[in-house]
């Protein structure tokens, strides 16, 4: 049901794939790679708090999940909480230390700050 929703999201159709994910998860509500991808269909979809609350859930559920993080990272960032956004940055290296656009992005909110 994931890789359906994976199929449905590339294709556009936002509302199927939503429901692809929301299946996989019902089938295995510790998929943290479902509740991720729900996640980035919620935020896709313009729904971000549902999507702030499906990458946590997928963080709980995986805490090596850096994807997760990052995305939590731009959410805030647009929000201009620029020190919860950081700490998803510092959290995602955490994870990746030498992910170069993580590192880039340290730097800019650190010097926002």
């Avoid at 936002?14 to 980035?40: C, G, S, V, W």
């Avoid at 702030?52 to 850096?66: F, G, T």
């Avoid at 909480?81 to 730097?107: C, G, K, S, W």
């Amino acid at each position: 049901w994931n890789n359906m929703g994976d199929v449905y999201s590339r294709r556009g159709d936002l509302q199927k794939a939503a429901e692809m994910f929301q299946r996989a998860i019902t089938l295995n509500p510790r998929y943290a790679d479902a509740h991720h991808n729900l996640a980035e269909t919620y935020r896709d979809m313009g729904e971000t708090g549902d999507a702030v609350l499906m990458y946590e859930k997928a963080l709980v559920l995986n805490p090596n999940l850096w994807q997760s993080h990052g995305a939590l990272a731009k959410i805030y960032y647009n929000k201009k909480d620029y020190q919860t956004a950081l700490f998803h940055i510092e959290e995602a290296l955490n994870i990746v230390p030498d992910n170069q656009m993580l590192l880039q992005a340290r730097e800019q909110l650190r010097k926002m700050q």
